[in-house]
Structure formats: structure tokens, C-alpha cells
């Protein structure tokens, strides 16, 4: 069993979580915590207003889908609940963490509650429907695109991305979508190859093709398919086929296809109207974070809430959105990741406590994100926030408690 966690216990965690790089390598483009965080942690334990989302309540999946298997919210669901409440509350009260937390059984949102301030400046709480970037989660939107094109006849995983790309260079013509969205293809992250003009861009904003201009002429890592490294350069480009193929926009696809079918009417592509949480870089700062997501386009400019990306992730395992076919083409296990883990398109996948798991995460510049579906259980636990933090060791800690794990 797990013993009960103290604020000495999860600053430890939290500490022992900066060192583990290989991990947060998975999600390049994910700073670290702070080291001024823990400074901080030990001398403020304040608490803020939260939101509470009733346990046993409904949300379903999309306004048309039949109504979801009912919870039975037994002594032991109420427990886990408890437990993971608590560990957040000690989190938060550590300066670790600012966000909200939802866990879903068989379809239904069971609990979900909010830490801190959206807006620290109007004192505007964070709540399940306050809206944040998601970074890294949105290559699993891209790769939901592809497969989707290909469910409906428009092209094909194998096929080679130089059929769907103009003056494509010599070295990317063994390349073929598949690489693109298993992060096998060998073209370099941009952002380590040009690091200052990409820093610049999530400043001053760029079309696709000024961030596809900085890896164009780079050499491979590697020959396509002999390995998997991170590169959101491979997400750019296939924005850029879904653009070709579709003759819509990136941002009018995803809303079109993927977001207005399954009634996600606070998640999209660019710049919210309203309703989007303030970034920070710490916990005590009350200056947010200015980030251009433009500089992502189709590798990480989605926007979302937590309620929202419950909706998608119940109608895309369960058939809403892409055929089984589809989705296990999604679910399979492409390639390995750094830390020995499963690569699908646009997710990672593996095992916790005996569960069987696929994860998304995503996170930079004020924002973190993460939500790991147990395949087995039908349960999924989302974790989104607005501050920089170790949303892996959280996470984990997480699903430890949850689970009673040793």
C-alpha cells in the first residue's frame, strides 16, 4: 500500500523527477521545473478558491452519443479519488502545481477539481472548463487527421510524402507518412537545429513553410525507419499533406473533422476568443507567458479543456470518430521510445502497475499537459495546468496513488 504523502515525500519526488532526462526527452521541448520552485515550496503552502466537479456526473462524449454505461461509484472508486485529491492538494500547496485534475470511468466524468488562478491578476480560478494550450497533445489530433484521411480513401500511410509535397528534397523521398507520425522519419526537431530562429518564431509567429525552411536542407539523423527520435519537424509536414490533401486549412480541418463532430466547442487551433488561462513560469509570478503557436502550427497549436479532451478521448476509443482498423493502426507499437516505452502515432504507450496505458503530454512555455487512458478499465485520468512543472513526475505520482501502487 501506499503510505500517505507529505510535503517532504513530494518534493523529493519532485526533485528526483528533474533528474530524469531521458523521460522528459519523450517531449522535447519540455523545460524542466525550476530549481526555484522547490526553493519556494518550502516557504508557501497557500490556498486559493477551486472548482468541484460533482462526482457520478455525466458529461457525454458528444451531444448525440447514446448515453454512457453507468457509474457505480463504489467505497473503492471513492477512495482513489480521495487519495489523489489529496496528493494534488499537497502539490498545490508545494507550489508544484496549478491546473485542474478529471478522472472518467466507462464514459462518464467521476471527479474533476481546480488549483489556483487562471488569471492571477483578476483572481479568476481554474476550473474543468477553463481553457489551456496543449502543446505536445495535439500531435495526437494530427495523427487522428491522417488516419481519418485514410479511413476515407484519400491517401495512404505508406505512401511517400514527397507525393504531397512540393520541390521535396532528394534525402526525403524514402520517407513516407508513417515515419512522419512515428517519429521515425530521421528529420531533424528544428528546434535543435536552428534553435535561435525557432525560439525567435514563438515570438514573432510563422507560416508553415518558414518552419519547414529551417530543416529543409538539414541531413538526416538516420536512414527512415532504422529509429524513433522526437521531431516535431515531422508534424509539420504532415500539417502541410493534411493542407494538400484536404484543400483546407490545418485549423479549419481539425475543427471541422475532428472538434465540431464531437461537440468540443472550447478546444481549436490558433488563438482562443476567450477563456484561455494565463500562462507562468513559476509559481509566485503574475507576469504570464508570451508564446506564439503559430511557431508549432500542426506539432502543438491546439488549444483545450479538460472536459474537452474527456469528450475526445471516450469517442475516439470507442469508435466516433476513426474504425477499429484505424485506431489499432493508432495503438500500435511503432517504435520505442528513449525510456524503453511504446511509440503509436502521436502517443506513447506501456504499462503501469499491471494496466495497460497509452499516453499524451504535452508541455513549454506556461503550460503543461497530460492524460493516459488504461485501456483495460476504461479509465482515464487528464492532468492540465497552467504553470511550468514536472507534469511526468506528477503524473506518475498520480496514477500510483490512484492505483495504491508500490
Keep these: 500500500m501506499l ?79 480521495a487519495r489523489v485529491e489529496t496528493l494534488l492538494d499537497k502539490f498545490y500547496q508545494a507550489d508544484l502545481f496549478s491546473g ?15 488549483w489556483g488562478m487562471a488569471d492571477r491578476q483578476q483572481d479568476i ?47 526525403w523521398q524514402p520517407i513516407t507518412i508513417h515515419h512522419l507520425l512515428s517519429h521515425t522519419s530521421g528529420i531533424p526537431d528544428y528546434f535543435d537545429v536552428a534553435p535561435a530562429a525557432a525560439q525567435k518564431f514563438t515570438r514573432e509567429g510563422a507560416t508553415p513553410e518558414q518552419i519547414m525552411a529551417l530543416f529543409r536542407d538539414q541531413r538526416l539523423a538516420f536512414a527512415p525507419g532504422e529509429r524513433r527520435e522526437w521531431s516535431r519537424s515531422g508534424f509539420v509536414l504532415a500539417g502541410l499533406i493534411i493542407e494538400r490533401v484536404s484543400g483546407q486549412s490545418y485549423g479549419d480541418f481539425v475543427k471541422q473533422h475532428l472538434l465540431e463532430p464531437l461537440a468540443m466547442t472550447h478546444s481549436g487551433y490558433g488563438e482562443p476568443r476567450e477563456g484561455l488561462a494565463l500562462g507562468y513560469p513559476s509559481a509566485t509570478s503574475k507576469t504570464p507567458v ?82 493516459i487512458r488504461y485501456l483495460d478499465d476504461g479509465i482515464t485520468i487528464v492532468l492540465i495546468g497552467n504553470q511550468e512543472m514536472d507534469i511526468f513526475t506528477i503524473g506518475d505520482d498520480v496514477y500510483k496513488t490512484f492505483f495504491e501502487a508500490k
Design 3 to 81: 503510505a500517505k504523502a507529505n510535503q517532504n515525500s513530494i518534493l523529493k519526488s519532485a526533485a528526483s523527477g528533474m533528474q530524469r532526462s531521458q523521460r522528459l526527452r519523450r517531449h522535447p521541448g519540455v523545460k524542466r521545473p525550476l530549481m526555484m520552485l522547490l526553493v519556494m515550496a518550502l516557504l508557501l503552502a497557500a490556498c486559493v478558491p477551486i472548482t468541484v466537479q460533482d462526482r457520478a456526473t455525466a458529461i457525454p462524449a458528444t451531444a448525440t452519443t447514446a448515453p454512457a454505461t453507468t457509474v457505480v461509484t463504489t467505497t473503492e472508486m471513492d477512495a482513489a479519488v
Design 100 to 114: 485542474v485534475a478529471l478522472i472518467s470511468q466507462d464514459g462518464k466524468i467521476i471527479w474533476s477539481k481546480g
Design 125 to 171: 480560478p481554474n476550473s474543468p472548463q477553463t481553457i489551456y494550450r496543449i502543446y505536445g497533445m495535439t500531435l495526437q489530433f494530427t495523427a487522428a487527421a491522417m488516419l481519418l484521411l485514410e479511413q476515407e480513401g484519400k491517401l495512404k500511410l505508406a505512401d511517400p510524402i514527397c507525393t504531397y509535397l512540393d520541390d521535396c528534397p532528394a534525402a
Design 290 to 371: 508570451f508564446f506564439d503557436v503559430s511557431s508549432l502550427y500542426a506539432a502543438g497549436g491546439l488549444y483545450s479543456t479538460a472536459e474537452d479532451l474527456f469528450r475526445w478521448n471516450e469517442a475516439l476509443y470507442n469508435g466516433q470518430l476513426l474504425n477499429q482498423t484505424q485506431l489499432q493502426k493508432m495503438l500500435t507499437w511503432h517504435a520505442t521510445t528513449e525510456s524503453g516505452e511504446g511509440s503509436g502515432y502521436g502517443i506513447g504507450m506501456g504499462e503501469h502497475y499491471g494496466h495497460k496505458w497509452a499516453d499524451y503530454a504535452g508541455a513549454y512555455a506556461g503550460y503543461t499537459s497530460r492524460m
